[in-house]
């Protein structure tokens, strides 16, 4: 079998402490409407638990936070709440951006953002560049983004910029172009509120991501509630695609390599 176009060629390292932590902020409109509160009330609280989420992980030694907070979908929400939805946004870059920076943390925004108003688009890209040599931790907020439309806009790119790969490219030609191409794959994924689906985020990164589902809305993700999944994360065995019993055998040897070069 060649493995030549197989993500597993490359096992990554891991971790007691995940190193990409990806998490699909839902709930926020149930845990308002459970308070008697307008939905956007909840959209508000869910902009807290973003600070503590941050907090708690630069404290727990994670690397890449990775927060979906508006889908190419939502646009189909009522006029009133995308509406609020946007300034609220622009709202916290204004105020955050700049603490981002202090506290050493690279700030990044993917997604589909020519549907943005071009003031917001400016923030983005100030931000962004502001906090680019910042290599302590780097927040992604996913923003207009869909897992499909990641696919599709690198292989645009992709053929625009490399037209002689039209006959024929493979995995690491194309990951160059997807925006999450400055981070590892998730290690582990969140989706608070309750449902189990990837609702089109990360689609091709979480393939071998360790997912995590819980019922609690997203307003009441505390930091207790990231240890939870956190400690979850790591009653995982990790295989990608290998035994447990080579898992078991290369275990405190250099069998990582061994495995990986078996394959090869
Ligand atoms: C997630 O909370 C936030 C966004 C999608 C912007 P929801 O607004 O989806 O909350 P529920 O799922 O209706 O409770
Ligand atoms: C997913 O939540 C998108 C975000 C959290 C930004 P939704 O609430 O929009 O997902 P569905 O519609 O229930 O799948
Ligand atoms: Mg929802």
């Known amino acids: 079998m060649s493995l030549t176009t197989s993500s597993t060629r490359e096992i990554p390292e891991t971790g007691t402490i995940p190193r990409h932590i990806a998490i699909i902020m839902d709930g926020n409109g149930r845990w308002a ?3 008697f509160l307008p939905r956007v009330a909840g959209h508000k609280r869910g902009v807290e638990t973003v600070r503590s989420a941050i907090k708690a992980c630069v404290e727990r030694g994670v690397e ?13 929400r009522p006029t009133d709440e995308v509406t609020f939805l946007m300034q609220l946004f622009i709202t916290v870059l204004e105020q955050e951006v700049a603490k981002l920076h202090e506290n050493g943390i690279c700030f990044k ?38 897992g499909r439309w990641d696919i599709m806009q690198a292989v645009r790119k992709m053929l625009d910029q490399r037209p002689e790969l ?4 493979d995995e690491k030609d194309l990951m160059q172009y997807f925006s999450l191409n400055y981070a590892p794959e998730p290690d582990l994924f969140i989706r608070t509120g309750g449902e189990k689906r990837i609702s089109n985020f990360l689609l091709w990164q979480l393939a071998y991501t ?39 055998m290369a275990s405190g040897t250099n069998g990582r390599e061994i495995v990986a070069t078996r394959m090869a």
């Open 109 to 146: 925004v993917i997604g589909d953002l020519s549907k943005f108003e071009p003031r917001i688009v400016e923030f983005i890209r100030n931000g962004e560049a502001l906090t680019a040599d910042n290599t302590k931790f780097t927040l992604t907020i996913a923003a207009n983004y869909g």
């Open 64 to 76: 890449y936070l990775t927060l979906f907070a508006f889908s190419s979908e939502n646009w189909r």
């Open 166 to 169: 039209a006959t024929g490219f």
């Open 210 to 248: 360790e997912l995590y589902f819980t019922d609690t809305l997203w307003p009441d993700f505390d930091a207790r509630a990231l240890d939870l999944a956190i400690q979850s994360y790591q009653q995982r065995e990790r295989r990608f695609g290998r035994t447990s019993e080579q898992l078991q």
């Open 33 to 35: 409407k459970s308070s």
